[in-house]
């Protein structure tokens, strides 16, 4: 049978920018992997978007086709899957930066410490890589 879709979902504090794209090509074989976002518009499902997080990394873009878009009481919550391993390679690295950043601000919040976007790689990566992507965020728990 199937495999099991995994998802990311994207840490709302950070701005997300989801442009429609033209496609030009035929979407097969997309990943397992899903990103969840929350968009203020809606989407229409195979509809080609470009990614970017522009307080992470302002010069990165990923592409990815909508999968699913589901109307909520603050917007809409998207799905989005991706075709290629450098796709997936890309949206994987831009939301670990997400999640790196989350962790960091939460160190100063919580524990008083202010830590270099380096250091909070190493200790995040130490504590949550082998998490990552999970459905709840560790910060949290």
């Avoid at 909520?72 to 930066?97: H, K, V, W």
């Amino acid at each position: 049978m199937g495999e099991q879709k995994i998802f990311i979902r994207h840490p709302d504090e950070f701005p997300i920018e989801l442009d429609l794209q033209e496609s030009h090509q035929t979407i097969s074989g997309t990943s397992q992997l899903q990103l969840v976002c929350h968009s203020e518009k809606p989407f229409h499902s195979g509809e080609a978007i470009a990614i970017k997080i522009p307080s992470i990394a302002s010069q990165l873009e990923v592409s990815g086709t909508i999968d699913s878009c589901e109307n909520t009481p603050n917007g809409y919550e998207l799905g989005i899957t991706f075709n290629g391993s450098d796709a997936l390679n890309r949206i994987r690295m831009l939301e670990q930066l997400c999640y790196i950043q989350r962790y960091r601000n939460h160190v100063l919040k919580v524990e008083g410490r202010t830590i270099s976007n380096q250091d909070a790689a190493l200790e995040w990566i130490g504590k949550y890589a082998h998490l990552f992507p999970c459905v709840e965020d560790p910060v949290d728990s």
